[in-house]
């Protein structure tokens, strides 16, 4: 969860760097990949669930980024991947 968190920060960074248009790309690819794990992961989760899908998602986020754009700079799991999980873990039933 410290990696998410993490990715969240740089990409609050990041966004503060870009122009507009670019921040405006980063936000559909990160909401893309949320929307994506509500659908893998469902509304009501537990954190420990989240983790497991954390685990082998890099193929499927990359995948969502290059489906949302094909602006390469956007694929960045380190940043988009991280962030999206943050975003979402913020929804799970244990969540503090």
């Known amino acids: 969860m410290i990696e998410w968190v993490e990715g969240g920060r ?3 960074e990041l966004e ?3 122009p507009a248009a670019r ?3 980063l936000e559909n690819v ?3 990949i949320v929307d994506e794990l509500r659908r893998r992961v469902g509304s009501t989760f537990a954190l420990d ?3 497991d899908a954390y685990a082998d ?3 499927w986020c990359l995948d969502v980024a290059q ?3 094909g602006q390469t700079w956007a694929y960045d799991l380190s940043i ?3 962030a999206a999980f943050d975003r979402f873990a913020r929804s799970a039933t244990d969540y503090r």
Do not use: D, N
Request: net charge positive; charged share 30%.
């Open 49 to 51: 669930e989240l983790a």
């Open 23 to 25: 921040r405006l790309v």
């Open 57 to 59: 998602a890099g193929a």
């Open 16 to 18: 503060a760097e870009l």
């Open 80 to 82: 988009v991947q991280t």
């Open 10 to 12: 740089r990409l609050a």
């Open 67 to 69: 489906r949302t754009t």
């Open 30 to 32: 990160v909401r893309e």
